[in-house]
């Protein structure tokens, strides 16, 4: 599977931005599809996850300011990110997991100002 991720960019905090992920390729096997992010000079950590059976969890720190979505049409998944923080600031990456292994896109770059 391949994953396209965009939507990155520049937000004020409070501001909002919504990041889509594209899949191509095949995706039989599917396990689960992820958010993860990675601020400067931290470990990359989970933001939100969407699993096969279709529960979907988030990260306690977000507290309900993101939502995680998907069009199976279009084998796309989003995040709307709302009530930015600068804290938020991170580059942002999708995760892609199935029977067969796991992909991750190439990432994007949210970057919140005060």
């Known amino acids: 599977v391949q994953l396209q991720a965009l939507g990155g960019g520049l937000a004020q905090a409070g501001g909002s931005l919504r990041l889509s992920c594209a899949a191509s390729g095949s995706t039989s096997g599917f396990n689960a599809i992820s958010w993860y992010r990675q601020a400067p000079g931290k470990q990359r950590e989970l933001v939100a996850q969407?699993?096969?059976?279709?529960?979907?969890i988030y990260a306690d720190f977000l507290k309900g300011r993101f939502t995680f979505s998907s069009d199976n049409a279009k084998n796309t998944v989003y995040l709307q990110m709302n009530s930015l923080k600068p804290e938020d600031t991170a580059v942002y990456y999708c995760?892609?997991?199935?029977?067969?292994?796991?992909?991750w896109g190439q990432g994007t770059l949210v970057t919140v100002s005060s």
């Open positions: 995760n892609f997991i199935s029977r067969t292994g796991s992909s």
């Open positions: 969407m699993r096969g059976g279709g529960a979907t």
